[in-house]
């Protein structure tokens, strides 16, 4: 049995309103959904099969997510 582990996962909607999900540390690990709840469960099933394909090597442990909110003025 193996421990859960956490990931950043980065969220957006494209241009049709589809939720896109990537996790920054497994590199090519996308999925996405019709809904924000849709797009986190797919991205679990993503994440999962990732690492059960790649194994704990695939993971960029460097790669940190940082969230910033920039305002300027236009």
């Given at each position: 049995?193996?421990?859960?582990?956490?990931?950043?996962?980065?969220?957006?909607?494209?241009?049709?309103?589809?939720?896109?999900?990537?996790?920054?540390?497994?590199?090519?690990?996308?999925?996405?959904?019709?809904?924000?709840?849709?797009?986190?469960?797919?991205?679990?099933?993503?994440?999962?099969l990732h690492?059960?394909?790649?194994?704990?090597?695939?993971?960029?442990?460097?790669?940190?997510?940082?969230?910033?909110?920039?305002?300027?003025?236009?």
């Amino acid at each position: 049995m193996s421990l859960p582990r956490t990931f950043d996962v980065v969220l957006h909607r494209d241009q049709t309103d589809t939720w896109i999900a990537t996790v920054p540390a497994l590199p090519g690990c996308v999925s996405q959904g019709g809904t924000k709840a849709e797009a986190l469960t797919n991205i679990r099933e993503a994440m999962a099969l990732h690492l059960e394909t790649f194994g704990a090597a695939a993971i960029d442990v460097a790669d940190g997510v940082e969230l910033s909110r920039v305002r300027i003025s236009a």
